[in-house]
Structure formats: C-alpha cells, structure tokens
C-alpha cells in the first residue's frame, strides 16, 4: 500500500512539475509575443477584407512572435480618429492612409520618418519622392492606384465613336459624350465626383490642371484666374448638357460602371477589380469591354493624373518599431504580400521600380500596361497639407456652385478666392 | 390662528435647528456628474474659443482673446450657415407642427379599427431611424433612376429629371421635406393626446350650443392645444437646430453651401480642418442661441 501511495506521489509531483514548466514556458512565450496595432480599412470593406485578413495569416505565421491587432475604420473616418488618438497620446504603431490624410499626420510630427528604414530594403521602391515633407520620408508606398480615363468600348461602339480610340483633348471628349447623349440618353456620359471633401479635391485637380487652373499651392494662380474660370466653365456646360451626375461619389459610379451606365469614367487603377466583383467579369471579357487612357489634353496641351494609391506610416510613439518595419516591409514589398493582396484584392500596382519575376504574368495586363506607360508619368504632385482640407471646401463648393447653379462664374470665383484669403 | 402662526408653525424642524437637510447632500452625486459631462465641455469649449488652437500643430495654440470671434462675425459662410439653420429649423417645425395638427384634427373622435390602423401607419416616419430617413430620401431624389423624378416624369408633370439634392434653389426645401415627413408624426401624436384630454363637459357643452366644427376647432380646441404645441414646437426647434444626420448623409451642407447649417459648418471646421479654435467660437454662438430656446422651453413648462 505505501510503495502504491508513494509511486502516486511521484506521479503527481511530475505532473505538477510538468504543469509548472509548461505554464512558465507559456507565459515566456506570450512575454516574448509582440501585439502590433494595424488600423486600415482595408479590413473595414467587405471587397478586400478577405485579402487583407489572409495577408495578416500569413505574416502571423512567418513571424510566430508578432501578433497583428487589426483595427477595422472606414475611409472616411481615419484621418479623423488617429489625429484624435495621437492628440491623446493612444496612436496605433502602423497604419494605412492615403492622400491628403498622410500629410495631415505627418503635420501633427507624431509619424516616424522612414529613410533609415527605406535605405536597409534590398528592393527599389517607386514614388518616394511625393511623400516627402520637409526631405523626411513620412510614409512607405504600398501600392499605387492613380487615375485614368476608362471608357465602355460598347458605349462608344453603340454612339457611333471608334472603341480603340478614345478622346485625346477635352474637345474630342465634349463631342465622344455629345454622340453618347444622343445615342443612349439613359447612360451617364462622364463619372466624375463633384462631392465636397478632400478627396474630391485630389480627384479634381488633374482636370483643373488641364485648363491650367492652379487655385492653390506652390505657385498659384488663384480662383480668379482666367483658367480657373475656364475650368469653372466647362464643369458647368458639362452640367447644363446632362453629361454629369453631380453629387455622386466616386464609388457610387463604380456600380452603374458595372451596369454599362456610364460612357467615360474618371477612376483609379482598382476600377477593374471593382467592376469584375460585381458583374462577375472575366478578365478577357473586361479587356474586351473596358479600355483605360491618359486624361484628354486641354489648353495647356498636358495630361495630368492623381495618385490615389495607398500608405502605410509608423508612429513615432511605439515601442515596437522594428517589428512594425517588418510588417511594413512585408505588406508593401513581399512577392506574396502583392500576389493575395495589391493585385488580386486591391487591383493596384506594387511600388516596386522592378516586379518580381513570379508575378510578372499577373502585372503584364493592358490596363496595368497603360496605367504604368502613359497614365502614372503624368501624376502630378498636390498641394497636401493641413491647409488642403480648408481649400477643397472653399474650391469643390465653388465647383459645386459652377455645377448646380446659376450665379455668374465671376461670382463664383470671386467668392472662392476670397474664402482662400480667409486661410 | 394668524396665517403667520400658521407658516411658522409649518417650518421643517431640521432647518430650524441649522443643519442642511440630509435629502440636499444626496443630489451632489447629480451635481458632480452634470459638472463633469456639461460643465466641463462647456468651460473648455469656452477655452477654446478664445485661443488659435489646431489639433494638427506641433505647437500648442495662443490666446487670440475675441479674435476668432471677429473672424466669425465677418466671415460669411457663417452667416450663410445661420440663415440656412433657422430656415431649416423654423421651416421644418411650422410645416411639420401644421401637417400634425391637421391629421390630429382630422382624426380625432374616429373610432374604431381601420382608422387606428391609420393612426398607426401615420406614426411610421418617427420609427424610422434619422439616417434611414435620409438615405432613403437621398435614394428617392436622384437624378438617374431616383422614384421621384420616374413618377413625376411618368405623370408628365416633368420633362427631364430634376437635380433636387444638386441644386443650390432646391436643396434645402428637398433636405426640408424628408425632414418633414420624420418629424410631423411627433406633432401629430402629441396634438392628438392633447386633443382626448379635453374634458367632455367641455365639448359637449359646446354641441348643446350648436357650435359648428369650424367653431368647435377654434374657439374649444385649439385654445386646449395651444401649450401643448409651444412645448413640443419648442423642443423640436432645439432638436432641428442641432439636426446633423439628415443634412450631412444627404447633401453634405451643400451644394456650394446652401445647406450648410451651424451644426455641419462646426462639424467641418472642428473635424475636417480640425480648427478647434474656430470652431469653438462657432459653437459657443451655436450655444448660446440654443439656450435661449431651452430658456424659453422651460418657461412654457413652468407656465403649464
């Protein structure tokens, strides 16, 4: 009986000890474990959550010591919830941004500036050069998205116009949407966003620019410029002839884009992946009937374009900066990163200046073709910063007022200039 | 006994004797919590107002004194912003008030099921969450394919589709009228209470005179219905002036700004150009002429 009770006593202090070591062992991990914070809204909509959520997997998995803590907010809301968040001193250690957002952070001087980190990559990263504020590289290019002219090649072939040959000046384009009006009174001729916010602002400025308007910024030339009245002009006469759908955000184009309800539209890289989501298009039958061009030329004889693409930007306050780079380094530059999120997901070029071999098949596409020969040269720089904000609300009220009223264009830029003043 | 003999008499024992009463101490809990959730904002807000304070710069703001209030004065999308707020506020509250009280007339002494059933469908809209109200509105006035343009260019009242959120003349009745159709059903529920409590006596006091219904309506019922509706037309005036939902999910405050009111001018400066300064100042004005409504609301309770 004793040598029965003292075996069970051994038994018991193994297992007890062995319960004791395992829970150390654990408790050694979790300590060793590091939680980054990732807020995005990639993660926020329901087309590319499932891309980002398998991205975040893998990278959990090929680095069994970092956790990603993914924080899901819209668009629409980020900028806004992480300048609150660094004012509290409660910022996340990595996030998405893009726009006038990435330079609106950097203003608060809470983001860390990225050279040193830059400088270790064994990979050229394209479009450095616009996130740079005051010569410090305030964010890392995650994919780039700017914007081109798509058009319906069966609309153009139903209003009488050659599908292969999109308009190259704004006149071609006034006469292509006249044809389309005429010819399929129920299509919208032109998507444009013509919405008071920021990003209507970005999304704008290249046709400003074609007219040689430049009401803000470096340089400018004011509200009251001949060429911003021209543009000014021209926005109401595409009102006035049905060819817009004021009000409308990007987005809300996208769907009826899909429906063949609009003729040209003026949208990023990631229209494709959008349309083909929706309508469940194949990718031949997408080429077949959808092309992308650079924007028609104005007066001033140029093409411009947007980068609306996407960052990602590391926080000055965390703890955690060289697992955030990794994280960072991975989302932008990893072949596999790019293959299940930027491409697939995203519908968007990488930043990389040379693309890897194993996914050169799925870049050599004609609208990633078009969209890196003819339509990312002409991407001109805007005039992000914290005073942005305040001029897209004067200027895009201005268009808005050119758009949907009846006040005298002089009036109108008049009465934008002297709210600019007011800055 | 003298009436004076008789107050004294009546005087609490504890507050003769100095002490404060146990019951006073127990609404500091309240007061702490007031202090806190309204006073403290209120005081920063009145902080704030008088520095040049922007959340994006490095260096916190200085004291500007009243110069954000002088920029204010003189900058005139605010002043666009006061006018569109009292038209939408007032507009929406008379319109709406009216509308209430004629279905509360209408209805008022129809008994049984198919006009309680009517009752019922007319409170629908104030179920109906403020932003789904402005979203299914937003939806319902497209230009392409909205179910007002179709039927009025199906009835052929119309010839082409009309821009109604994107137009800067037809903005803010259109923002107005969804506006309406939420809010007529409150007036309409309350008129109606007001109306079955009016004593019987009284009505068919009335009817043995042969008042007529005209008569009925002006000279016994409406004098009945008259607090009731300052009340209600007071609280909705405060609602209204602090209506955000339906404006900024329909029209953004625009076209241009013609449907930008306080509210959605101090939502953009505060958290899109993130002037909290400026934006402060805005809302201290924005403050203050609510509280002359909330002034006026608690008189007309008191006065009931």
Redesign the interface.
Request: glycine content about 10%; overall charge negative; cysteine-free.
């Given at each position: 009986m004793t040598s029965i009770h003292s075996c069970r006593r051994v038994s018991a202090l193994f297992a007890t000890s062995a319960l004791a070591m395992a829970a150390v062992v654990t408790a050694a991990t979790a300590q060793e474990k590091i939680t980054l914070t990732f807020a995005n809204w990639a993660s926020a909509e329901a087309a590319t959550r499932p891309g980002i959520e398998k991205v975040i997997a893998d990278f959990e998995a090929a680095n069994p010591n970092i956790e990603i803590e993914s924080e899901a907010i819209s668009f629409s809301e980020i900028a806004r919830q992480l300048v609150l968040r660094v004012r509290s001193g409660n910022p996340p250690d990595v996030s998405q941004l893009a726009g006038n957002d990435t330079f609106l952070l950097a203003a608060t001087g809470k983001l860390e500036p990225l050279d040193e980190y830059v400088a270790r990559l064994d990979v050229e990263l394209t479009g450095l050069e616009d996130l740079r504020l005051d010569s410090k590289l305030i964010a890392l290019p995650w994919n780039h998205a700017p914007a081109g002219l798509w058009y319906n090649k069966a609309i153009m072939e139903e209003a009488g116009l050659d599908p292969e040959n999109p308009p190259k000046t704004i006149d071609e384009l006034m006469e292509a949407m006249a044809a389309v009006k005429e010819s399929q009174p129920d299509v919208i001729p032109l998507g444009l966003d013509t919405t008071n916010r920021a990003f209507s602002m970005s999304s704008n400025w290249p046709w400003m620019r074609t007219f040689g308007a430049q009401p803000v910024g470096e340089g400018a030339t004011g509200a009251e410029s001949p060429e911003m009245k021209a543009y000014l002009q021209w926005m109401r006469d595409l009102a006035q002839k049905g060819y817009i759908d004021p009000g409308r955000k990007i987005g809300e184009f996208r769907p009826l884009a899909a429906q063949d309800k609009v003729a040209f539209h003026w949208d990023q890289v990631l229209l494709q992946g959008v349309i083909q989501s929706t309508n469940g298009m194949s990718d031949e039958e997408f080429y077949e009937h959808w092309g992308v061009a650079a924007m028609p030329t104005g007066p001033g004889g140029e093409s411009h374009s947007f980068e609306g693409g996407h960052q990602l930007v590391m926080f000055a306050d965390s703890e955690k900066k060289e697992a955030a780079w990794k994280f960072m380094q991975y989302l932008a530059t990893s072949p596999d990163a790019i293959a299940n999120y930027t491409v697939s997901y995203n519908s968007s070029l990488p930043p990389l200046q040379e693309a890897p071999e194993a996914l050169s098949e799925e870049l050599d596409t004609p609208i990633f073709n078009a969209f890196r020969e003819r339509i990312i040269p002409t991407v001109a720089p805007q005039p992000y910063g914290p005073d942005f904000a305040a001029a897209s609300t004067a200027v895009m009220a201005g268009v808005q007022q050119a758009v949907t009223g009846t006040e005298p264009i002089d009036d109108i830029a008049a009465s934008v200039q002297s709210q600019l003043d007011r800055q | 006994m003298s009436n004076t003999a008789v107050m004294e008499n009546q005087k609490p024992v504890r507050r003769a004797s100095g002490r404060v009463p146990w019951l006073d101490w127990m609404v500091m809990p309240t007061l702490a919590v007031l202090a806190l959730v309204v006073g403290y904002p209120v005081v920063y807000t009145l902080m704030l107002s008088v520095q040049d304070y922007?959340?994006?710069?490095?260096v916190p703001g200085g004291y500007v004194g009243a110069g954000n209030y002088s920029?204010l004065f003189s900058?005139?999308?605010f002043w666009t912003a006061l006018y569109n707020t009292a038209v939408y506020t007032f507009g929406s509250v008379f319109v709406s008030a009216l509308l209430g009280l004629i279905f509360a007339l209408l209805l008022d002494n129809l008994a049984g099921p198919q006009f309680r059933a009517v009752r019922a469908l007319l409170l629908v809209p104030w179920a109906v969450p403020f932003v789904v109200v402005a979203f299914l509105f937003r939806y319902m006035y497209m230009?392409?394919g909205g179910i007002v343009n179709e039927m009025l260019l199906w009835s052929g009242l119309i010839d082409?589709p009309v821009?109604w959120?994107?137009?800067?003349?037809l903005?803010m009745p259109a923002v107005m009228v969804a506006n309406i159709w939420a809010m007529a059903p409150f007036f309409f529920l309350l008129l109606s209470a007001a109306l079955s409590g009016i004593p019987n006596e009284v009505i068919e006091s009335a009817r043995v005179d042969r008042a007529r219904t005209w008569s009925m309506i002006w000279h016994i019922k409406l004098p009945f219905l008259r607090n009731p509706l300052i009340v209600s037309s007071l609280l909705m005036i405060i609602a209204n002036f602090n209506d955000f939902a339906k404006i900024w999910a329909m029209?953004?405050?625009?076209?241009?700004?013609s449907t930008t009111t306080l509210v959605v001018y101090v939502y953009?400066l505060a958290?899109?150009?993130?002037?909290f300064g400026y934006a402060s100042a805005t809302g201290v004005i924005w403050l203050l002429l609510l509280l002359v409504f909330a002034v006026a609301y608690v008189r007309a309770l008191r006065m009931n």
């Open positions: - | 922007n959340l994006l710069d490095i920029s900058d005139p999308v230009q392409n082409h821009p959120l994107n137009n800067a003349a903005a029209t953004q405050g625009g076209p241009g700004f953009r958290f899109e150009n993130f002037e």
